[in-house]
């Protein structure tokens, strides 16, 4: 991990994660931030190399910890099942369904009972436990 990349140790459990997503307009508008932020030419699609730059900042869970092989079959996967043109580009909507069926499966994984995690401060999930505080 680069050393210019922030973390810190947060709560969360899959309804702080589902109440994000369930929020149109805060998910949206981090999924759109995200967007941008992998199609940096501005072409309005996103490439396997563009994902692929910025993934495990992304979400922030064991990415770092995972194989070559690993990755390129979560790519793989990726493609094959939002790639609905099968140009090897995702468009924003496309990505929007990617993370929001991604978002919701990690949410899924936690569970009902709160667990602490080391979260990068842009990452998905941190914006996820941000929302939640926000709300009072």
Partial sequence: MADDQKMSVAVINE??????VQDSKAFEK?????F????????GAISRADIGRGYGKLMALEYEKQSEEEINCLYDSIFE?????KNGTLNK??????????????????GDVPIQVALEHD?????AVQHELSRG
């Fill in 15 to 20: 309804s702080t994660v589902k109440n994000f």
């Fill in 30 to 34: 981090c999924v759109d931030e995200q």
């Fill in 36 to 43: 941008k932020v992998f199609d940096s030419k501005g072409e």
């Fill in 81 to 85: 099942r939002f790639d609905e043109e």
């Fill in 93 to 110: 909507e496309q990505y929007k369904r990617f993370m929001k069926e991604m978002m919701l499966a990690m949410g899924q994984s936690f």
């Fill in 123 to 127: 990452s998905m999930l941190m914006k």
